[in-house]
DNA sequence: CCTACCGATCGGTAGG
DNA sequence: CCTACCGATCGGTAGG
């Protein structure tokens, strides 16, 4: 039986710099370091890929269309906004927890990225968030809702979620469902207890 | 008149590295390109300062104790927890605000201290999140807070505080105070409309 | 604060 | 996938 080794390369390559830019960061890991990791010489790694930004991108962009896919799907179903909120936190966690490395990357070093990309990055990003601030902007004309900053309460949100990668471990307590519950509960009812 | 510009000199570096650090990353910031920002040679920095790591470690620890003594403040006054939550988040908010750079990079490059920096550094971090932990607590004992998961929520919340210093500018819209006021209103009383 | 320089390391290419 | 190597750049020091 021949096992198929050769088209697993770049995966393992880019898997490996995940790792190695989460717990490094971009900047500070070497194609050196990531070749020694895999077991073969530096130059050897550009039989694969064409570069080390191509990595990252390859990263960042797979992380982005995951997210924007999962999200699109919550909005096709056209329920009512607070149940709208609470599965597209849900989907937003589901697709964080289950590459975490891959999510710290895509969170904090997307910065790396060459011009043309980075641009094509943050467009995405914006529109994501958008999706998420029509969301609480449906809340409040549907009455569910109060008046906010639809805006920054959605930076706040996403933000306490996105923090996340750093801290979890998919062998800890949380699952990726009692997460999402619990941020969802956190910023829909509060912490306060209700009289 | 003879102004002082001398020992003005290491603080003009560490504000310089404090926003190129911010922009690039630590790692991605070379000497070179911290001196000819300030028109000297890279050499002529050392005159200044020790090590590259040297400045970062200004920056982290500067923080670090601005944002320990503020809290410390709060929690002398003894107030009930809801009120201590409040305060807790507006003097977090505050000590953020005033250097949005240096807090961006005490958020994002602590990871590239040495060892023994390092240590330190994740024991204040520590230390200073359980002392939000326990205002938590305090809160649910006091019958004001709901049963919840402390750490979960204290991380919630510090993560959605602590991204603001990406898209935070002094001559935006919201105040720090404002600002404060938001965050603590979702945490504590959600979104969700009373009825 | 500068000139001159160090050894180490960087991302990447040529050629096999 | 390797050997051999490129030019560029890194943090930092010596000596003035």
New interface residues.
């Given amino acids: 039986m021949i096992t198929k080794i050769k088209g697993n390369r770049k995966q393992q390559i880019i898997d490996k710099a995940t790792s190695l830019f989460q ?6 890991t070497s194609m050196r370091d990531l070749a020694s990791y895999i077991g073969i010489e530096a130059a050897s790694l550009y039989s694969h890929i064409k570069s080390k930004e191509e990595i990252l991108q390859t990263i960042c962009f797979q992380m982005a269309n995951d997210f924007f896919n999962s999200l699109e799907k919550v909005e096709s179903e056209n329920l009512s906004a ?1 149940i709208r909120l609470k599965n597209a936190v849900a989907s937003h966690v589901k697709v964080l927890t289950k590459d975490s490395a891959a999510s710290a990357v895509f969170f ?1 070093e997307w ?2 990225l060459s011009d043309k990309y980075l641009k094509e990055f943050l467009d995405m990003r914006n529109s994501y968030e958008n999706k998420f601030i029509q969301i ?1 902007i449906d ?1 409040y004309k549907e ?4 008046k ?2 639809a805006k ?2 959605v ?3 996403l ?6 990668p750093s ?1 979890y471990k998919p062998e800890g307590q ?1 699952s990726p469902e009692e ?1 999402a519950e ?2 969802t509960d ?9 009289s």
């Fill in positions: 717990k490094q960061g971009y900047a500070a607070d904090s910065r790396h609480l809340g009455g569910v809702f109060k906010m900053d920054f309460t930076l706040a949100l933000s306490s979620i996105n923090w996340m801290w949380l997460i619990n941020v956190v910023f829909i009812n509060g912490l306060k207890i209700r």
